[in-house]
């Protein structure tokens, strides 16, 4: 790829390249570009400028890249085609360094893609390729090349007709919604597109109605996919702003509600917590979101649908998941996760779930990725080694968790909060409550786990249980000489004791899927013990030294 944008300029003699120019009601142009107050990735971007396009372990040489073999149905596929890079490319370079490459991969692009509706023509992918297109605008139409300038801007308009009619098509949930925010921001933006404001608008409120709980949170339950949402909302509040119009209240209170539903689900270090097959995350990607999306929301505490309950004391963080798994079709990565919870001390996490890949996958060894949707894979109860909702062998997610009932109080001494789940009655006849309750300094969490029988269904024989707390990295823990308790040792935070009665008390190897989706070696404690038709009440406690 040519260093100084000459490849463009040769690309834009193509009679391909000529004909996307003549289409549509020339002379297209940009009403206004949407400004994006989201900075992207200094070091991606300089990777880009370098030539390669890093993502998930994997690397993209852009030299004389061939969009036609770049597939958009896997992850890196997806990422490039959607153009969300040029974000890190304008975090890098300036527009006037950061141009010859944006023009030379969208020339690029136009030739592969631009005149025929192709796998790179999903609705999901057309709305992000839109949005980031509007956005980066300067960085796209730099150079003074007519026919490369109106080839550009008349895909894009053939792209926003084309997305009016299919836009719901598009999976339910952040695809759909990403498809008619797309719309949206091009009908504000393209001069050609003004006509279609009203059914764009139409088609994302019923899209967000659809796949946002009241609360806030998608119903997909991914922290990954809500910061996702956050941002594609963000984006389009710009695209309001560059037009001159008032961004609609109604996705106003969508953005707001969004956040707070994200901010519910962060740890004390900047990073997500790890549910429904995701990971920590980027935290300065996250960071720069949350600075830069233009909503403010603070934690919600207390949601319905979104069921991250949120426990915070000088610093203590708990989340707990008091929800069942999402529904099959809105989710490929659903996890066996009720009741598991999460723990940081400031800037320290303590308990952890094993986490995902996210999207990324591959990297990982057969079958792991799979075994990290497990309930053992989370911090909580699991009977019997089985999944309080079971996975089935093709991924999806099958009979299990349905009813989560939930209560929460505070008082002068502490934050509680119960939780029940029946993802246990079909076949044990047990259900599995969980209680918890944060002092108001911080400094002290007890739970207690109890199995309590329901139904008909009567175990005849005891049955194993095992309640696991999967440790951060770096974080030690040195068993008691009685077996009932640990000290809890870490590089980020005091030390924390913790005991336990009604279990034993072992200490076993775990793993967990960092933010590069790579498995980093770590500790769990495991309490396990046998429950009977009568049930079972083990009590837990961790209290910080200091």
């Known amino acids: 790829m040519s260093k100084g944008g000459g490849g463009l300029s040769r690309l834009a003699t193509l ?43 994997e690397v993209v040489e852009l030299q004389d890249l061939n969009w ?56 999901a992918l057309w709305g992000e390729r839109l949005l980031f297109w509007l956005a980066y605008a300067p960085y796209l139409l730099s150079r003074r090349d007519a026919e490369y300038r109106s080839a550009l801007l008349n895909t894009a308009a053939r792209a926003s007709r084309h997305l009016a009619g299919t836009a719901d098509e598009a999976a339910p949930g952040l695809p759909r919604i990403t498809a008619w925010a797309g719309l949206t921001a091009a009908c504000l933006l393209l001069s050609s597109g003004t006509a279609r404001l009203a059914k764009a608008e139409s088609g994302l409120s019923r899209a967000l109605a659809s796949a946002q709980y009241e609360d806030g949170g998608l119903m997909s339950r991914s922290p990954a996919e809500q910061a996702a949402l956050v941002d594609r909302l963000g984006l389009l509040r710009a695209a309001y702003a560059a037009a001159r119009h008032e961004f609609p209240q109604g996705f106003e209170d969508a953005g707001a509600a969004a956040l707070a539903a994200l901010h519910g689900v962060i740890m004390g270090d900047g990073s997500l917590g790890a549910w429904q097959g995701g990971n920590e995350g980027s935290r300065a990607a996250l960071a720069a979101l949350i600075e830069g999306c233009g909503f403010r929301a603070r934690p919600l505490r207390n949601p319905r649908g979104w069921g991250y309950h949120r426990l915070s004391a000088l610093g203590t963080i708990l989340v707990i998941d008091a929800a069942p798994p999402p529904a099959r079709k809105l989710t490929r990565s659903g996890s066996a996760s009720t009741l598991a919870l999460e723990l940081s ?161 072992g200490l076993e190897e775990s793993v967990i899927v960092d933010s590069a989706g790579t498995l980093r070696s770590t500790l769990q404690l495991v309490l396990v013990g046998e429950v009977s038709h009568l049930g079972a009440e083990i009590g837990w406690q961790f209290r910080r030294s200091s």
């Open 345 to 505: 001390d400031g800037q320290q996490k303590l308990v952890v779930n094993c986490g995902g890949p996210g999207p990324h996958s591959a990297g990982l060894p057969e079958g792991l990725a799979a075994a990290l949707r497990t309930t053992a894979a989370h911090s909580t109860l699991t009977l019997a080694d089985t999944n309080s909702t079971a996975i089935q062998p093709d991924g999806s997610l099958g009979r299990g968790v349905e009813e989560v009932p939930v209560t929460r109080s505070e008082d002068n001494d502490a934050s509680r909060i119960e939780a029940s789940h029946d993802g246990y009655v079909r076949g044990f006849g047990l259900v599995h409550d969980r209680a918890l309750s944060l002092g108001n300094d911080g400094k002290e969490i007890r739970g207690l786990d109890r199995l309590v029988s329901r139904g008909r269904k009567k175990i005849r024989e005891d049955v194993p249980f095992a309640l696991r707390f999967h440790l951060a990295p770096g974080v030690e823990a040195v068993p008691t000489a009685d077996g009932l308790g640990a000290l809890i040792r870490s590089p980020g935070a005091p030390p924390w004791n913790f005991r336990c009665r009604g279990a034993q008390l």
């Open 68 to 123: 036609s073999q770049i597939d958009p149905a896997t992850p890196v596929g997806a990422e490039l085609h959607g153009f969300g890079w040029l974000r890190d490319l304008a975090a890098a370079a300036t527009r006037e360094k950061g141009a010859p490459l944006a023009e030379d991969l969208a020339g690029r692009w136009l030739l592969a893609h631009g005149a025929k509706v192709d796998a790179a023509w999903t609705p």
């Open 15 to 57: 009679p391909l390249l000529q004909r996307l120019a003549s289409r549509g009601k020339p002379p297209l142009r940009l009403i206004g570009v949407a400004r994006d107050h989201v900075t992207g990735s200094k070091a991606r971007g300089e990777q880009l400028l370098a030539g390669r396009f890093v993502s998930g372990g």
